[in-house]
């Protein structure tokens, strides 16, 4: 899954952003692809890296999206795999009316993912979307948050490419 999201990450630099006007108003995508991250405290004996495969599907309306989807498929840094899921949900749109936002998208992605070492991981992390291409092709972005093991919290910063 790394070469393949590296390769994805290749075909769409250097960066070119969907112009906010050319958002569709109706209709949907689906998009497919990976998401990984690092988890901040390297010490801890968890898992530290996580790359999973990805499906996102955007509903557009005049004035919100839709979102359903999730990350699956999850694999530790030893390539071991992980259960569980997050599940993506959307929270907001900006089109661009204020000019004040840099990002296009905010999806939440939640959910528990427990390793091969039989550890829960609860994350509570967030999606920082932009769309891709003049033809919104392509979606990409940073992830980041916090995953939660026996009450104890630690910083996560990954990033995730999906295209139609």
């Known amino acids: 899954m790394q070469s393949a999201q590296a390769a994805m990450i290749s075909d769409y630099s250097p960066i070119e952003y969907t112009p906010l006007a050319l958002i569709p108003v109706s209709g ?16 801890d004996g968890l898992t530290d890296t996580i790359i999973s495969e990805m499906s996102l599907t955007v509903g557009f309306t005049n004035s919100s999206v839709n979102v359903l989807g999730s990350a699956s498929n999850f694999r530790d840094e030893d390539d071991a795999p992980m259960t569980g ?22 999806l939440n992605a939640n959910g528990t993912l427990s390793g091969a070492d039989e550890n829960d991981l609860v994350f509570g992390t967030q999606l920082q979307v932009d769309m891709l291409c003049t033809d919104y092709n392509a979606v990409g972005g940073f992830v980041y948050g916090v995953v939660t ?9 990954g ?6």
């Open 28 to 43: 949907s995508a689906v998009y497919d692809g990976y998401l990984s991250g690092n988890l901040l405290n390297s010490n």
């Open 85 to 106: 899921s997050l599940m993506f949900s959307n929270r907001d749109l900006d089109r661009g009316a204020d000019n004040t936002s840099d990002i296009t998208l905010k």
């Open 159 to 164: 990033k995730f490419i999906a295209e139609r």
């Open 149 to 157: 093991h026996n009450g104890a919290e630690q910083n996560i910063d």
